[in-house]
């Protein structure tokens, strides 16, 4: 979102602003830099990939309110759009360990962005919800990553877009062949 001056607003949570370092700006990596050969780089699939990841990155960690971390962005918004998901879903969906999805937990629990609850059948397993303070995080990182996502979508044609997640879907499940 932009203010009346074109400068960009960020999403208010009601607390202070901590001090955050500065991130290098978007484009980091580039292929148009006079004298530079990027060999096999400059035509391969995965660098211009790689590229768009670390500017919408960019976009949506610039945009994080103050106290929020990286780390929780995706697992927020996982678990805020499931319910009750079960941590060894997560740790499917993330595509990591259990035991590293279960630190992870820890670590938003001892944020008191979620809670644990056992399943009443098998108290071996948890189920993971938002807690109060974890759902207004939920909303204030779903209208950042709304925004940063429209900023992105707004440089292509919505053809373009369709084409765009359908040959991303490809790619990325090209290991399940």
């Known amino acids: ?13 009601g607390r202070p602003r901590a001090a955050k370092p500065r991130l290098p700006p978007t484009g980091t990596f580039r292929t148009d830099i006079p004298g530079v050969e990027y060999g096999l780089l400059a035509d391969a699939l995965g660098f211009p990939i790689r590229q768009a990841q670390i500017a919408i990155e960019d976009c949506c ?27 060894r879903d997560l740790a499917q969906v993330l595509g990591i360990v259990h035991s590293a999805v279960v630190a992870l937990i820890d670590k938003l629990y001892a944020e008191n962005l979620v809670r644990r609850a056992t ?36 440089r292509l044609t919505p053809t373009e877009c369709d ?13 399940d062949d």
Do not use: W
Request: hydrophobic share 40%; proline share 4%; glycine share 6%.
């Open 119 to 154: 399943v009443p059948t098998d108290r071996r397993i948890y189920e993971i919800y938002l807690t109060k303070k974890g759902q207004e995080t939920y909303e204030a990182f779903s209208a950042l990553v709304r925004e940063c996502d429209e900023r992105f979508r707004s």
């Open 163 to 175: 084409r765009l997640m359908e040959l991303l879907a490809k790619i990325a499940h090209f290991a």
């Open 1 to 13: 979102m932009e203010d009346d001056r074109g400068s960009a607003r960020r999403i208010s949570t």
């Open 61 to 87: 960690l610039r945009g994080l309110p103050a106290p929020a971390f990286s780390y929780q962005l995706i697992p927020i918004l996982i678990i805020g759009a499931n319910v009750g998901m079960r941590q």
